[in-house]
């Protein structure tokens, strides 16, 4: 089956600084990501929708300058969480999706300090 | 605005009980529902996908069902094993194409 991959997979970091995770579609082309942030005890809320070669949908209430989304190739979308502070602290989740379905990574941890 | 719900939040049974998970959802014009399982600290494991003309799918121990016009959805565990503890998620596509919606969750512990 089609296999995304996430890096890092946990990453820790200082307040203030910036921080970027990779979301790749490893055997199919994926012209459309989506980003998801869970909290603990909660679901999975859409952050944005990123589709290759244009800029980032983002759901109400996200800031799209505070968390940078890049889907530059059709196998590749990044997300950087700049100036990051304690309660950005969550865990990030990608999807990819070919002509059907969405496929899910699995996820990296973020503890900003 | 889609909602989903998920009930019970928490689970715990013994081993060998067959359960019930619960899914409901607020406009019942999806496109399809679909099962997942997450484990502590990982990631989305698929489960079962029904599409909206679908009324149920069947893997293994595991059988969901769909009721479109009672905007709900149960997902069925035969002869629950320790294994099976997880959280079980309940999401549905509104269009082809867009986000999954999630619920909460539902948090499973069966016991041996």
New interface residues.
């Given amino acids: 089956g089609a296999v995304v991959s996430q890096h890092p997979s946990w990453v820790i970091c200082k307040s203030g600084t910036s921080v970027k995770i990779e979301c790749r579609s490893l055997d199919f082309q994926a012209t459309?990501m989506?980003w998801?942030r869970q909290f603990p005890?909660?679901?999975?809320?859409?952050m944005a929708?990123s589709n290759e070669g244009s800029k980032a949908t983002y759901e109400q209430g996200v800031e799209k300058d505070k968390f940078l989304i890049n889907h530059a190739s059709l196998t590749l979308s990044t997300l950087t969480v700049t100036s990051a502070h304690p309660e950005d602290s969550s865990?990030y989740?990608c999807?990819a999706?070919d002509s059907y379905?969405?496929y899910?990574?699995?996820?990296t941890?973020l503890t900003v300090l | 605005k889609q909602e989903v719900t998920q009930i019970p939040a928490a689970l715990s049974v013994p081993e060998g009980e067959n359960l019930v998970l619960n899914c409901s959802f607020t406009d019942s014009a999806i496109y399809n529902l679909q099962w997942f399982r997450q484990d502590p600290g990982k990631g989305l494991t698929s489960l079962l996908l029904i599409q909206s003309s679908q009324r149920e799918q069947t893997s293994g121990r595991l059988n969901a069902s769909l009721d479109k016009s009672s905007g709900r959805s149960t997902l069925y565990i035969a002869a629950s094993q320790p294994g099976d503890s997880a959280t079980y998620l309940c999401a549905l596509h509104n269009q082809a194409g867009t986000a999954l919606i999630f619920g909460k969750g539902t948090t499973l512990s069966v016991s041996s």
């Fill in positions: 459309t989506f998801y005890k909660q679901s999975l809320m859409l929708t865990f989740i999807s999706r379905t969405q899910f990574g699995p996820g941890r």
